[in-house]
C-alpha cells in the first residue's frame, strides 16, 4: 500500500485521559505523543470537531523531507478511541494508511519495538475500537510491555504504572519509540522496521 506525500500524517498516541492514568503502562502512546509534541515546539489543544486534544505540525527535516502531522491524543477512555480517531481522519482529510496508533503490546517483552501495518488488534481495546470505526490498514507503532507477573490479571497489570525497575529506562525508550515514528512518517515502514523492530 503506497502512502499519498502530500496528505497529513495523523499520530494517535493511545491511552486514558486523566492524571491518575498518565504513569500507566497502557499510556505509553500517550508519552510519546507528549515528547513528539515537545520535539515540534508546541502544546496540545482541544480539538474543534472531535473529542481529542490535537498538535499540527511538521516532522523531519527542513524540505521536502518533511511531513505534516497532526499529532493526537483522544480524551475518551481507551475502549472508545476510535470515534475520535475516525473523526479527525474525516475533519483532516487524512488516508487510512497515514494513520499511527502508538500503543502499549503484552505479547513483546518489556522496551521492544515492532512496527507494522494492519493486522488484528490481539485482545488491545484501543485497536479494537480504531479497527471497529475505520477498519484495519493502519500502522502500528508497538511498544513492549511484557506480561504480567504471576497471577496478575492483565487489566490490572496495564493499569498499573510502569515499576521502579521500568522507569530506570524508560525514558530512553519513549525517545526511541518518537524515532520510529519520525523515521516512519519520513522514510516509509519498511526503513523503519529494519531500524526499530528491534
Known sequence: MTTDVTAPWL????????????????NVGFMVADLLAGRIGGSFKRAQKA???VLEGRVG????????????KPLSFM??????????????????????AI????????????LKLGGGDNGH???KSMTKSMGPDYHRV?????????????????LKDFSSV???ELDFLVDRAADAVECLVTEGLERAQSAYNS
Open 11 to 26: 499520530i494517535v498516541g493511545l491511552g486514558n485521559p486523566g492524571p491518575g492514568y498518565a504513569a500507566n503502562r497502557h
Open 142 to 158: 508497538r511498544f513492549g510491555i511484557g506480561r504480567p507477573p504471576g497471577r496478575m490479571q492483565v487489566a490490572d497489570f496495564v
Open 125 to 127: 481495546n484501543g485497536l
Open 166 to 168: 521500568e522507569r530506570k
Open 61 to 72: 527535516p527542513m524540505g521536502p523531507g518533511s511531513r505534516r502531522v497532526v499529532l493526537a
Open 51 to 53: 473529542q481529542a486534544q
Open 79 to 100: 475502549n472508545l478511541s476510535g470515534g475520535p480517531v475516525a473523526g479527525l481522519r474525516d475533519f483532516y482529510k487524512v488516508p487510512t494508511a497515514n494513520i499511527v
Open 103 to 114: 500503543h502499549d503490546e503484552l505479547d513483546i517483552d518489556y522496551g521492544t519495538l515492532r
